[in-house]
């Protein structure tokens, strides 16, 4: 009996081996002695049988064998497909990137304009940057009439007496400068500028520069003469001019700042400090009636830029002080360079709003 083994070479080869050890072991040519006398015939007949028997055994098992090695060859083919898609499918695999979430869109967020309030006012949202908005801070000539009357007063005193004097100064350049400059705010908001001109044509020119920078409502000459110095002769020219009295409420914004006298004190002395300028002398007097406020004088030295910017601080400050008087000049009354001036401040402290 053949045992008939599908699922590989290897099982049929043993299968061979074992049949090859059969045949050695038991030889059918050759029977036994005892056999020899009296059973000739049947030894044939045993001899014929089996060999029929081995024969047709033979070409059973090399159909067998046949059909294995077919069933072989075709499980090898299912191996090699097999292999293929795993390795196909282990690619897709790793070319797929991790770590990625799938979100699900979100409708369009949809705003509403604004819509106007009771009184014609809006909600002050905005629907483009989405977020609530208040409205913008009035500034200049729009800000000053949000003021009570009398606040109205002290802001327009401070602010167009400060402007006249810091744009008279911005007008002049060397060699031509002014040797002195006196403003009243008591007196109609007047103005008075005397400097040394070289020549016509620059006097011409000077006066053109404060008509155009100090924007007076009326400018003229008051007087001309001639000035002797080391350089040659030079004309000595005053003019005098009016302002306006909303002629420094450009750039106005906030309210007026209420301070007490010991805080006005204090404040000046700050502002002096760090405009790096010498406080040569400040002082406070008594009010001559009621509501006309406390007289205060202070006296400062230093340079050019820190002057202007003393003035320009005290504008921005908007302090409860009016102007009565302001004088500007040059330290140095020989060359009268504008390096370094000396300013002197009448002011009037006004408490009761």
Not at 129 to 141: D, I, K, R, V, Y
Not at 147 to 164: D, I, Q, Y
Not at 309 to 322: H, K, R, V, Y
Request: glycine content about 8%; aromatic content about 6%; hydrophobic content about 40%.
């Amino acid at each position: 009996m053949v045992d008939i083994n599908l699922l590989g070479d290897d099982d049929a080869s043993e299968d061979r081996q074992g049949e090859e050890s059969y045949a050695k072991t038991v030889n059918l040519d050759e029977p036994s002695k005892a056999n020899e006398a009296g059973m000739a015939s049947f030894g044939r007949e045993t001899a014929g049988a089996s060999f029929q028997r081995d024969t047709l055994g033979s070409s059973f098992a090399r159909k067998s064998l046949e059909t294995q090695s077919e069933g072989s060859s075709r499980t090898k083919a299912y191996l090699i497909v097999l292999g293929l898609i795993l390795a196909a499918l282990t690619a897709v695999f790793f070319m797929i990137p991790r770590n990625q979430k799938t979100t699900t869109p979100r409708p369009p967020i949809q705003t509403l304009p604004d819509e106007p309030l009771a009184g014609g006012e809006t909600t002050g949202f905005d629907s483009a940057a989405g977020m609530t908005t208040s409205p913008p801070e009035p500034t200049g000539l729009e800000a000053f009439e949000m003021l009570a009357p009398r606040e109205r007063e002290v802001v327009a005193s401070t602010r167009t007496g400060m402007w006249a004097v810091m744009s008279l100064v911005r007008s002049f350049a060397a060699p031509n400068n002014f040797t002195l400059i006196t403003y009243h705010g008591d007196r109609n908001n007047r103005f008075l500028v005397e400097f040394l001109s070289s020549s016509p044509d620059a006097t011409s020119t000077l006066t053109s520069a404060i008509q155009a920078n100090v924007s007076p409502s009326d400018l003229k000459t008051v007087s001309e003469s001639e000035q002797p110095s080391s350089g040659g002769a030079l004309r000595k020219v005053l003019l005098a001019g009016t302002m306006d009295d909303r002629a420094g409420l450009a750039g106005f914004r906030g309210t007026l700042n209420r301070m007490s006298g010991e805080q006005v004190t204090a404040w000046l002395r700050e502002l002096a400090q760090r405009q790096g300028l010498s406080i040569k002398s400040m002082r406070t007097g008594q009010a001559e009636a009621a509501g006309a406020g406390t007289p205060m004088q202070i006296h400062l030295a230093g340079a050019n830029a820190g002057i202007q910017g003393f003035l320009q601080e005290f504008t921005d400050a908007n302090p409860n002080l009016t102007v009565a008087k302001i004088i500007l000049c040059p330290v140095d009354h020989k060359t009268f360079s504008d390096e370094n001036l000396d300013l002197v401040m009448n002011l009037n402290l006004v408490e009761m709003l």
